[in-house]
């Protein structure tokens, strides 16, 4: 019998502890920081590249040409590698209980095939029953067809889906749909967080 919610989630800052700019990546690496107006010049080819528009090749080569040399293409993988930083601790138990408890659960991303792929070899996402990975399905949060897309693909209704996320303006165009949509604070304790949602809306 399929649950009375679906619960969604979004990977970094909710479930997964990532780096939330280039230049905190860049330093975490061990490569050399960069200014913030390089960093919204980075903008329109990581949005293709999460959009599934180029693939990781394409997004290397462009942004190592935007950077005017002060990055290699090996600098630049270490430094898209490293921004994934680990799985936040409690989030595969938490995870684990709602599929026990037999609570479907999906994945609304915006990624790239890239960090996909570190996320696979991690088996973050065996209990997932929808996966939504933005460069597979070619739309990006926080527009409307991301967020229809789950709906139509899972057959909940809008009220029964419950929505975790790390940006207010991917929360916000939730809960216009009528989603229960909650800002999630990465720097604090997500998976304490989430876990205190789901108690108080009794699902856990």
Known sequence: MA????????????????????????????????????????????????????????????????????????????????IIIEIYPGAPKLLLQLEQRGVRTAVLSNTDEAHWSLMEAWHLFETFAYLFPSHQTGVLKPGPKAYSQVEEASGYSREQIVYFDDREENVAAARSR?????????????IAAVRNILLRLRIL
């Open 3 to 82: 649950s009375r919610h679906l619960i969604v989630f979004d990977m970094g800052g909710v479930l997964v502890r990532i780096w939330h700019s280039w230049d905190a990546a860049a330093k975490a690496a061990g490569r050399p920081g960069c200014p913030v107006d390089y960093q919204i010049q980075l903008a329109p080819i990581v949005n293709r590249y999460e959009r599934g528009k180029i693939n990781t090749r394409t997004y290397v080569r462009e942004i190592c040409r935007s950077s005017d040399q002060l990055y290699q293409p090996d600098d630049i993988l270490a430094i898209h590698r490293s």
């Open 178 to 190: 009528s989603w229960q949509a909650f800002y999630v604070d990465p720097y604090g304790d997500p």
